[in-house]
């Protein structure tokens, strides 16, 4: 079996104690090397005075974990700037808070070169390779001016705008151009995957094959939709866990006799809080019945902070829950927590059995793993009801989920009203037509899919050649 080698901005290999903290990306990319063995290279999180270009390695369960310090300008350029100021907010759709600075083109392109430079000698000929995300699209093309001939592909993590989108980002045709030097490239959803051969049969005359393959930039390459998933059977284990247990109980003792709504989201402004909170204001509104029986919380750990859009939205939730908290409390009794920090998984996972309704409202987001976290910790026996953003990734799969439009108060509040009285019979009907999917994609399936495809990649091109 070939090795793979995984690159992506990040790299956190989770030891047992650290898994409780991992998110769920770097749970799956670890589950991923655990599986075929291989090298994990990255950013180190540490910023050096001078590019040296200079390897940490290390193993860990037969996995090599490579990473390198950057430059101060290179995370403002490339992490801070390109990736989080221009590619995230224009692929999330937010084009008003994208910037367009040549200088954080540069960055974006000088690190991709150093990365590459850095990776290749890690590359054997026999090895796999898969890049990951936004931060790294034109990472095929500079190992492959270093001489890789090795498979690579590149997977993409957050959603791929609408044509017309994404032909406002500068040179644009450029970017996409060079992710026809991977083999394969995959996105979470057929609608990502449609959106980019849109934009290749519209501004690369570009055409998709009978076997599904892509001719543009007179290169062929395979591109198909592969949704991610969490690792369901381990999550269950987690939500059955006695740390997960004492977080239910604390959860139960503290909201005693009321039901409670649960968010688990980044601090970042496509995860749509700011009108959730607003929804969640307009439900309080419509239904006086309910004060002091319902509970809303809100985890949201801090995310990029040096980026501005992202101090602006922790002001506006702030303001917001105080706003919301200060009109309808009562003296024992608050309609929302709002908790700006992390929890462990084990814990987090305690919370989500808790509440009686998962509330996952992104503006957009390429899956979001939330949605099947909070599915696969709750109980057979009195499961809770997901109410999920028609933008959200997920909601291609997970049709059972009451699905809402983020933008709409009146949805989502009258979602809530819904997910609050329906029956046992409902939610149990629902939630196990949800777990049965959760646990068939799950992200062992998405792993495998992947580089079996990518491995085919080559067999198929030898055939047709
Ligand atoms: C990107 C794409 C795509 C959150 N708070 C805590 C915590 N988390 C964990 C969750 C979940 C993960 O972080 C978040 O994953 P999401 O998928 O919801 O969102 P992004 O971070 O935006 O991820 C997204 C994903 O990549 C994978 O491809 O689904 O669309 O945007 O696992 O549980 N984990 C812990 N404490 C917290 O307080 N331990």
Redesign the pocket.
């Known amino acids: 079996m070939s090795r793979l080698v995984v690159i992506s901005n990040r790299v956190s290999m989770p030891t047992q104690a650290g898994a409780?903290?991992?998110?769920?990306?770097s749970?799956?990319l670890a589950a991923a090397l655990r599986e075929y063995k291989g090298v994990w290279f990255g950013w180190s999180g540490r910023t050096t005075p001078e590019f040296t270009g200079e390897l940490s390695t290390e193993m860990t369960e037969g996995v090599t974990v490579a990473t390198v310090d950057l430059e101060e300008q290179d995370i403002q350029e490339y992490y801070n700037g390109f990736a989080n100021e221009t590619l995230w907010p224009l692929f999330h759709y937010r084009i008003d808070l994208s910037a367009f600075e040549r200088a954080y083109g540069q960055g974006y392109e000088r690190v991709n070169t150093r990365f590459a430079e850095t990776a290749r000698p890690l590359i054997d000929d026999e090895d796999l390779v898969w890049v990951h995300?936004y931060h790294l699209i034109p990472m095929g093309r500079e190992l492959r001016r270093m001489g890789v001939a090795n498979p690579i592909g590149f997977f993409l993590?957050?959603?791929w705008p609408s044509h017309q989108l994404f032909t406002a980002l500068p040179r644009h045709r450029q970017l996409v151009e060079s992710m026809f030097q991977y083999d394969l490239v995959g996105f979470?959803t057929e609608d990502y995957l449609e959106a980019f051969l849109e934009y290749v049969r519209k501004e690369a005359d570009g055409e998709v094959l009978e076997d599904g393959r892509v001719r543009a930039f007179g290169r062929t390459i395979h591109a198909q939709a592969f949704p991610?998933g969490?690792d369901a059977d381990a999550f269950k284990q987690i939500a059955d866990s006695m740390t997960a247990a004492q977080s239910w109980d604390r959860m139960v003792a503290s909201t005693y006799g009321r039901s409670v709504i649960v968010g688990?989201?980044?601090l970042?402004y496509?995860?749509g809080l700011e009108e959730r909170l607003l929804a969640y204001e307009q439900f309080l509104t419509d239904n006086p019945e309910r004060l002091g029986s319902v509970e809303y919380l809100q985890?949201?750990?801090p995310?990029r902070e040096n980026v501005d859009a992202y101090q602006d939205i922790r002001a506006r939730l702030d303001a917001h829950s105080g706003r919301i908290n200060g009109a309808f409390s009562t003296i024992n009794w608050a309609p929302i927590r709002y908790v700006i920090?992390?929890?462990?998984?084990d814990?987090?996972a305690g919370v989500y059995r808790a509440a009686r309704v998962g509330l996952?409202t992104?503006l957009r987001?390429?899956?979001?793993?939330?949605?099947k976290?909070y599915v696969a910790a709750q109980s057979p026996r009195d499961p809770g009801v997901l109410i999920l953003s028609r933008f959200?990734?997920?909601a291609a799969q997970m049709t059972q989920a009451l699905i809402v439009n983020p933008y709409s108060r009146e949805d989502v509040s009258d979602a809530i009203r819904r997910a609050l009285s329906m029956d046992l019979s409902e939610r149990k009907r629902r939630w196990e037509i949800l777990m049965e999917g959760v646990q068939r994609n799950d992200v062992a399936a998405w792993r495998d899919d992947f580089v079996a495809a990518l491995r085919n990649t080559r067999v198929q091109t030898k055939a047709v050649a």
């Open positions: 409780a903290t991992a998110g769920g990306l749970m799956a995300d993590h957050i959603p979470q991610i969490i688990v989201d980044r970042d496509a995860k985890i949201a750990p995310s920090r992390s929890y462990g998984r814990e987090l996952v992104p987001d390429g899956m979001n793993l939330v949605a976290e959200a990734g997920a």
